[in-house]
């Protein structure tokens, strides 16, 4: 069946630095969703990539879909403490599958 | 402002309990999900709903059942609670768009320990 493998699983930054995650599908996607989750709390969406090669810019966050549509990353520059969190991807239209999560920890 | 709503924030139950776990949502969504999240595991689909009274499984489905008796609301059953079913149950919903589904809305999540 469709899988899709997220990496890393935990990533430890100084504030200030950049962050990425990266999602692999063994799949053609058809589309891939982001989502975060702060400590505590519930995935809000940030954004959906549908078309091969799309970049989208939400300000520091930068999304990438690959021109194989196979894989995509989350980007965040200069990381901030409110960047905190997990980071998800999630693909597929009718039932979707997610990758495991990358958390964003800052170091003290 | 779109609102999910889960019956409970934290839920302690015994084992061989019979537990429900109700999830509404404001929004006339037609899809509905059931996951649960575990660490390192991400989430991982039980069961779904994409209209009322229909159901299909997801991932996970072993151990659990669900009903869709209305629209706006979707309910989670542990027939007999085991302790391998204690983990943080997250609901959803979204709709449907034309040519394309949107994105799921969550709520807060239902934390349930199984002793």
């Known amino acids: 069946g469709q899988q899709v493998m997220q990496i890393p699983q935990y990533q430890h930054v100084q504030e200030g630095e950049d962050f990425t995650t990266y999602c692999n599908s063994s799949?053609?996607?058809?589309?891939i969703q982001w989502y975060k989750q702060r400590p505590g709390g519930h995935p809000v969406f940030l954004i959906q990539?549908?078309?091969s090669g799309e970049v989208k810019k939400q300000k520091r966050l930068t999304f990438q879909f690959g021109e194989a549509k196979k894989n995509s990353s989350l980007h965040i520059t200069a990381t901030q403490t409110t960047d905190v969190g997990t980071y998800f991807c999630?693909?597929?239209?009718?039932?979707?599958?997610w990758g495991a999560g990358t958390k964003l920890i800052i170091k003290p | 402002d779109v609102k999910v709503t889960q019956s409970s924030r934290y839920l302690v139950k015994r084992t061989g309990e019979k537990v429900f776990l109700e999830c509404v949502q404001d929004?006339?969504?037609?899809?509905m999900f059931w996951y649960r999240q575990d660490p390192g595991l991400g989430l991982r689909l039980i069961y779904f709903?994409?209209?009322?009274?229909?159901?299909e499984k997801g991932d996970i489905p072993e151990g659990y059942s669900v009903s869709r008796e209305k629209k706006e609301r979707f309910s989670l059953i542990l027939e007999s609670a085991s302790t391998n079913q204690t983990s943080m149950y997250l609901c959803?919903?979204?709709?449907?768009?034309?040519?394309?589904?949107?994105?799921?809305?969550f709520g807060p999540g239902t934390r349930l320990t199984v002793l």
């Open positions: 959803a919903s979204r709709t449907y768009a034309g040519s394309s589904y949107n994105e799921q809305f």
């Open positions: 999630s693909m597929g239209n009718y039932q979707l599958i």
């Open positions: 709903s994409y209209d009322v009274k229909m159901k």
């Open positions: 929004m006339d969504h037609e899809n």
């Open positions: 990539l549908v078309k």
């Open positions: 799949t053609t996607l058809s589309n």
